[in-house]
């Protein structure tokens, strides 16, 4: 099965400055990878997702860059504001026969004002 | 267009009691998925379902757990003669075919 490693499982930023969280897969068969953001007492939500087919994405603060060769993708979030404290899940899966999502452990961000 | 519903958001159970956690996926979503999270700790998978079929419950103990999703109605994760180690947030994501996630609230359950 795949195996996810996400690095680190804690990060504390000052307000301000960017954060990066990397995560590493083992199947070179995976084509689809979200992140997904955790607030306190809630359901992960989908903040951004890349393909396969394409090395960067960027959505306002946040971008997903990809490397397939070496099998890791980044979190990159810019300018950070306290409000994006939470814990930032990786995830990676293969979308064909049928989708089966393995996540990665977890990264807690804190941004300090 | 409403999220994932789950329902409910918390439960409490006395030990060998049974809990029912459930799932209406958001509209025109086929696909659901069940997963378990403890405290400080990441998402584990439990159980995939398409309509009436189970297709992926690798994650899923052999005892006293089971799940379905009926031809109507929600999905229902079912847990027997619940535990304490049952105690955790469950989660119930669903998808159209070939997109990412959406996830619900979760159902926080505490066996007591």
């Known amino acids: 099965g795949e195996n996810v490693e996400q690095h680190p499982s804690t990060l504390s930023v000052q307000e301000g400055d960017s954060a990066v969280i990397k995560c590493t897969y083992s199947?070179?068969?995976?084509?689809?990878f979200p992140w997904y953001k955790q607030e306190l007492g809630k359901g992960p939500q989908l903040i951004i997702d890349?393909?396969?087919?394409?090395g960067e994405k960027k959505d306002q603060r946040i971008a997903v860059t990809l490397n397939k060769t070496a099998k890791h993708f980044s979190l990159h979030i810019t300018e950070t504001q306290p409000e994006d404290s939470a814990v930032y899940f990786c995830?990676?899966?293969?979308?064909?026969?049928?989708?089966?999502?393995?996540f990665g452990t977890g990264t807690k961000l804190q941004v300090i004002p | 267009n409403a999220g994932v519903m789950q329902n409910p958001r918390h439960l409490v159970r006395r030990r060998g009691q049974e809990a029912r956690l459930r799932c209406s996926p958001m509209k025109g979503h086929s696909h659901v998925y069940w997963y378990r999270q403890l405290p400080e700790e990441g998402l584990k998978f439990m159980v995939y379902?398409?309509?009436?079929?189970?297709?992926?419950e690798s994650g899923m103990p052999k005892e006293r757990f089971s799940a379905e999703f009926p031809k109507e109605g929600p999905s229902i994760l079912r847990i027997q003669q619940v535990v304490r180690g049952d105690s955790a947030a469950y989660f119930c994501?669903?998808?159209?075919?070939?997109?990412?996630?959406?996830f619900g609230s979760g159902t926080r359950l505490t066996v007591v």
């Open positions: 379902l398409q309509k009436e079929n189970i297709i992926d």
């Open positions: 994501a669903s998808s159209p075919e070939g997109k990412g996630y959406t």
């Open positions: 890349i393909r396969s087919n394409v």
């Open positions: 199947d070179s068969a995976s084509n689809y």
């Open positions: 995830a990676v899966y293969w979308v064909g026969g049928y989708q089966k999502v393995t």
